[in-house]
């Protein structure tokens, strides 16, 4: 009989118990009274008792709280046999079916799909074949991206029943993985200017405020996660797509280093800037998601320095890239100055660097951006100019009026910024600037004309640079982000700064007040 496993809290019935816990005293040489040996006793018996009453394993975790953790923290669950895909499935599905006739993040909700392979992702980890950290885990999809037997709308009207024979190839990806595919997710129409009425659906609404743009395009992403329907989607980011909605919505966009991630079975809207990452509910999962989708591991894994201390990192904070503009919101400019005073508390040097003229690879940038989309739709703008909403048509066409001579400039122009960014980045470790120079802007607007939105993204697309956007703060109830930029390939670098400062703020676990 041992210390740690006493007879008597193991007996048959109150007899044997109070025998063998007389015995136990005296091994122990306990000078006890009768009154107090007495009291002992029935502490000790109702442990003993309440102890024999305890399930052998812990219950399968509910579906009341299971989607407010990490799904890092979701697939462990699965592996102690704690939760299931199927139940976590089902969770996401009931709170989908509550909250997004308000949020409207998702274009289709494939319900059956959804659990016939999370009842295979069950099967599998019960037999004992692991996929990885996205097995068993939810997962949403940008409506530019092919999902097998899922339309592919791209939020045009000539694409209402456009099936995807095929998975994307980073979809491919997501199911070798493990992930249940549970849907398609808002967009711009091609990616184009938004919020528009114009397309096959209305436009996805920011959760923090019903009356402000999500931004775009990868605008049901931003919803879904800010709105607890997902941990983890994939979006596109031509020009900041998948950022701006992460600045715009309090959760982590990151664009990884261009050509990373392939783009086969994903509708184009500029080849040469296009991107696909993740967009994801903190820094950790944003960069666990690119992993498996950017086939990242060992030494190239974006999670290698996850948790490591900051302390030496070299950050360069391109403050004039914000500070001096008009349009910049005051609350801005103190919220991008307390998170570099963060960063520098967690041991980083700061320290100002210019970076070029935004304006000039903001116009460079739109050139390519324009000329390119309209190439790949040049055809059907002639040929089936019903197929666009009007917005969407006039956005496309633009590039028509760019010349070869014009856009040879523009390519220069882009060549000169990315030489520009890699000799800043041969001083500092990491680039830290402004997301977007306002919070969310109101919806309103948008609905009767295109509205210029104040970021500072698209020159990162032309140079192909890996980018975070995390955020930093709030103001008037709608939150604030900033871009951390890296060195090419150097997912990891950013992601250990950004999770350092997620942890160091409560940024990252505000969540507006849900819907339905």
């Known amino acids: 009989m041992s210390a740690q496993e006493p007879a008597w809290a193991t007996g048959p019935n109150a007899t044997t118990r109070r025998a063998a816990f007389a015995t136990s005293v005296a091994q122990h040489g306990l000078a006890l009274s009768a009154a107090e040996a007495e009291s002992v006793y029935q502490l ?57 006739p308000s949020y409207r993040a998702f274009y289709t909700v494939d319900a059956a799909g959804a659990l016939a392979a999370a009842a295979r992702a069950d099967a599998e980890l019960a037999s004992g074949q692991d996929r990885g950290p996205l097995h068993g885990i939810a997962i949403g999809i940008k409506d530019l991206i092919d999902v097998a ?34 849907g398609k997710l808002a ?78 079975g994903v509708l184009a809207m500029a ?90 690879i903001e116009v460079a940038a739109a050139a390519i951006l324009h000329r390119e989309s309209f190439e790949y739709h040049a055809a059907d703008l002639r040929e089936r100019p019903e197929a666009y909403g009007r917005r969407a048509f006039l956005s496309l066409a633009t590039g028509l009026a760019i010349t070869d001579a014009e856009l040879a400039a523009a390519r220069r122009a882009g060549e000169r910024f990315h030489a520009a960014i890699d000799l800043v980045l041969e001083r500092c470790d990491a680039i830290v600037t402004v997301g977007a120079l306002t919070t969310a802007l ?8 295109a509205v210029w939105t104040p970021m500072r993204t698209i020159g990162f697309n032309v140079s192909g640079h890996p980018v975070l956007a995390v955020p930093i703060g709030f103001h008037a109830g709608l939150p604030i982000g900033m871009q951390i930029v890296g060195r090419q390939h150097d997912e990891a670098g950013i992601v250990q700064l950004g999770d350092a400062f997620e942890h160091a703020t ?11």
């Not at 037997?149 to 493990?178: K, M, Q």
């Not at 109101?442 to 004309?449: D, L, V």
């Open 442 to 449: 109101p919806a309103a607007p948008f609905e009767t004309e």
């Open 187 to 264: 967009t711009y129409e091609w990616g184009t200017v938004g919020p528009d009425n114009g397309g096959l659906f209305p436009p996805a609404r920011n959760p923090w405020s019903l009356e402000h743009i999500t931004g775009g395009s990868s605008s049901g992403g931003g919803a879904a996660v800010a709105g607890g329907l997902l941990r983890t989607t994939i979006g596109t980011d031509t020009g900041g797509s998948l950022r701006g909605p992460a600045f715009y919505c309090g959760v982590v966009g990151l664009k990884p280093t261009f050509g990373s991630v392939p783009t086969g």
């Open 149 to 182: 037997g899922l339309p592919t709308t791209a939020d045009a009207p000539g694409r209402a029943s456009a099936i995807a024979d095929n998975n994307a190839a980073v979809v491919d990806r997501l199911v070798a993985g493990g992930a249940i595919i549970l």
């Open 44 to 100: 000790a018996a109702w442990i003993s008792e309440s102890i024999e009453r305890l399930p052998d394993a812990e219950p399968v975790s509910s579906a009341s709280d299971v989607l407010d953790v990490s799904f890092i923290e979701q697939g462990r669950r699965m592996r102690e046999g704690r939760l299931t895909s199927i139940a976590l499935v089902e969770a996401h599905l009931e709170r989908i079916a509550r909250r997004d």
């Open 506 to 516: 409560d940024h990252a676990i505000q969540r507006p007040r849900a819907v339905g």
């Open 271 to 360: 080849p040469s800037m296009d991107h696909i990452g993740p967009m994801s509910a903190t820094v950790a999962e944003a960069a666990v998601t690119l992993d498996v989708i950017a086939g990242l591991a060992g030494a190239t894994s974006a999670t290698r320095l996850l948790g490591q201390p900051i302390a030496g990192r070299r950050i360069g904070y391109a403050r004039n890239w914000f500070a001096q503009d008009s349009q910049t919101m005051p609350a801005v400019l103190a919220a991008m100055d307390a998170a570099l005073s963060t960063l520098s508390e967690l041991g980083a040097a700061i320290a100002e660097v210019e970076l070029p003229d935004y304006d000039v």
